[in-house]
């Protein structure tokens, strides 16, 4: 049998609060961290992913506070990303708990910083998060974008997730702009693009609305499917995406 | 229960899960204060060559050896198991493992690598690690493995692509596992639960 497609709710952490918004835009409050965690863990996720979207240095502690707190009573792997620019960022929220790092803005600003981190911790620890959208004048036809999708990085989407392997990154995190928070369904057309150009795991993120359109990523080739919203307001819960992914014949835990 | 601090990122997810399974646990890279513990658990994630180096810095490899000779129970968790064995070759580079276990730890022949996520094992009849644990999937995170076990343990064997490998090893009163069962839920609480049960 095949390693499971791992089923991943993603919790955007404000000042200690999970928030969730549409294109990063009018965060509305979605719940405690840690009893959103054991949930989603009891739920069945495989995974957890935190990203701290909080921009001062008091809030980065009080990130990695939530971390140890959630490493306490959930027994999945956790992923923790925002703000990480240096092994010193990597080192902080390991020894807080997490199992894996995720960065982006960072590794843009200076891509030398995944080969440091990559050699000092093993790229299994390092998701590198690519936030793309459609951008016409890129030879892929998709570019990468920073602070929540406002601005062009000026480079390649697949250029880039092909580079950020080169120099050592474990995994890839493929954040649609284009359809994130719309839950109209993951950009199957970008996730296939990249799978081509990457042998790493894909996680699939932004725009997850039905059970559908999680085994429609899985069958586009991603290891992995993350989803906010679906989860935090409701919709669905993870036990029956994986249900559904079962039904649909793919293998999960 | 002595825990070997020697730097490892999953050294306190581990403490927690086998405080949470009931043992008394101590993170400690004191020798005299390990010494006195009636088990040793060796954690481990990253790179086998910077694991032996940060092993090595505490004094672990002597502490290592002198468990297994004792016949003290010893576990091993992900490069903590890797690094059980004669060798392990990442990144081009031979480096000389602890070598409790025949055999060396080399490069997984797939295409999607890391091998990163939930996947099942097959355990040998009379295994008392995976005792009640029979389908029940893993965390694994790792690029490298064994491809073959010591020939006088029992050796639980895992697939990813094509390739299979070693995912646990039991021997006597040493074990180590390739996956991570301080993160793999209820199935890592149970297989921790056996473990302290019977060594």
């Not at chain 1, 050592?168 to 970008?190: C, K, P, Q, R, Y």
Request: charged share 20%.
């Amino acid at each position: 049998m095949p390693v499971a497609l791992r089923v991943i709710p993603c919790l955007d952490v404000h000042d200690g609060r999970v928030v969730k918004g549409v294109n990063f835009q009018n965060l509305r409050d979605a719940g405690d961290p840690v009893e959103l965690a054991a949930k989603y863990s009891a739920q069945g996720a495989d995974e957890l992913t935190f990203l701290d979207i909080s921009a001062s240095v008091e809030a980065r502690a009080t990130t990695r506070e939530m971390v140890a707190r959630c490493a306490e009573t959930v027994f999945i792997p956790l992923t923790v990303g925002g703000g990480v620019r240096s092994i010193e960022d990597v080192d902080a929220l390991l020894r807080s708990g997490a199992d894996k790092v995720g960065i982006n803005t960072g590794a843009l600003a200076r891509p030398a910083v995944i080969d440091e981190i990559a050699k000092a911790f093993g790229n299994q620890v390092l998701v590198l998060s690519v936030d793309a959208r459609r951008e016409e004048g890129m030879p892929s036809g998709f570019g990468v974008t920073t602070h929540g999708g406002k601005r062009s990085a000026g480079v390649d989407a697949l250029a880039w997730a092909r580079e950020a392997c080169d120099r050592g990154v474990g995994e890839i995190l493929l954040n649609s702009m284009d359809a994130d928070g719309t839950t109209d369904g993951f950009d199957l057309e970008m996730l296939r693009a990249v799978r081509e150009v990457v042998d790493v795991p894909l996680i699939a993120s932004g725009g997850a609305g039905t059970v559908e359109h999680f085994v429609a990523a899985a069958r586009a080739g991603a290891d992995a499917v993350l989803a906010a919203s679906v989860f935090h307001y409701g919709a669905l819960t993870v036990d029956q995406v994986k249900a559904g992914l079962r039904e649909a014949g793919l293998e999960v835990r | 229960m002595g825990l070997l601090d020697y730097g490892s990122g999953n050294l306190h997810s581990a403490a927690r899960a086998f405080r949470n399974a009931g043992a008394d646990v101590v993170v400690t890279s004191d020798q005299a204060v390990l010494l006195q513990q009636d088990g040793l658990v060796v954690p481990g994630v990253g790179a086998f060559a910077a694991s032996m180096a940060g092993i090595a810095a505490v004094g672990g490899i002597d502490v290592i050896r002198r468990w297994a000779e004792a016949e003290r129970p010893l576990f091993g968790i992900c490069v903590g198991h890797q690094i059980l064995f004669e060798a392990g070759h990442e990144h081009g580079t031979h480096t000389d493992g602890i070598g409790l276990y025949d055999g060396e730890v080399i490069g997984l022949d797939a295409r999607r690598l890391p091998h990163m996520g939930w996947n099942t094992v097959v355990a040998p009849a009379g295994s008392a690690l995976f005792s009640g644990l029979g389908d029940e999937r893993f965390y694994f995170v790792h690029s490298y493995a064994a491809l073959t076990g010591p020939a006088d343990a029992l050796v639980t064997t895992a697939e990813h692509e094509d390739a299979r490998f070693v995912a646990a090893v039991e021997r006597g009163h040493v074990s180590s596992t390739q996956f991570h069962p301080e993160k793999s839920g209820a199935a890592g609480a149970r297989l921790i639960a056996n473990w302290l049960q019977t060594s």
